[in-house]
């Protein structure tokens, strides 16, 4: 299965590769993702901090995959855990997957309770609509108050997130970044890397698509 990423935002050179290196690293055999900056010029803010933010990055989004060239594609995947552009795919030339859909999904039918951590209040509020038109049953997410520097900063971010469910005793704990390297878990609940979970759900539909089960 090759896949077609954008970013929701702006990168740069420097933090594109960065995030291809996770891609490569977590994409199990069967799964391949080519992780394109959509760019200023096409429209993407340079981080999401804010509700238009959010709204321009979906439309970014979204306008990147209806100009891409789809050959040698079997689907679109944006990078990015709020899954822009997913209602609106219809017109697509290839499927839109979403790593927010995949994984919570996946994690919410597990029986155990499901929590969500995000940087922002406006990463937060989108999550939890995305969550509820999923039908996942979640609390409301938790917001770190976290800039955007911090997303490449994984011993911050993790000592952050650990402080913020530091109260809970089980469960899962959705990382609402799909660029965030999450520390192992120790005792409480487990802190779950989204992009990870669904690669590796994508990697079973390859095998199973190819005939292995």
Do not use: K
Request: charged share 25%; hydrophobic share 45%.
């Amino acid at each position: 299965m090759r896949i077609l990423a954008y970013t929701p935002i702006a990168v740069g050179e420097q933090e594109l590769a960065r995030r291809q290196a996770r891609y490569a690293e977590h994409s199990p055999a069967g799964v391949e993702v080519e992780l394109r900056d959509i760019g200023p010029d096409g429209g993407a803010p340079s981080a999401l901090d804010t509700p238009e933010d959010v709204a321009a990055s979906e439309r970014a989004v979204l306008r990147a995959f209806t100009d891409a060239d789809p050959s040698g594609f079997d689907a679109f995947l944006p990078d990015c855990v709020l899954d822009p552009g997913i209602d609106d795919q219809e017109d697509l030339a290839r499927p839109l997957l979403g790593i927010g859909r995949l994984t919570g999904s996946f994690l919410a039918s597990q029986g155990t309770p499901l929590y969500s951590v995000a940087r922002n209040e406006a990463i937060a509020a989108e999550l939890d609509r995305r969550f509820a038109s999923y039908g996942v049953a979640a609390p409301a997410t938790r917001v770190l108050d976290l800039g955007f520097d911090v997303i490449a900063d994984d011993r911050v971010w993790n000592e952050t997130v650990s402080r913020s469910v530091a109260d809970l005793d089980e469960g899962f704990v959705f990382n609402a970044c799909s660029a965030v390297d999450v520390a192992a878990s120790g005792a409480g609940p487990v802190l779950v890397d989204p992009t990870a979970t669904a690669l590796r759900l994508l990697g079973l539909r390859a095998a199973l698509e190819g005939g292995v089960a």
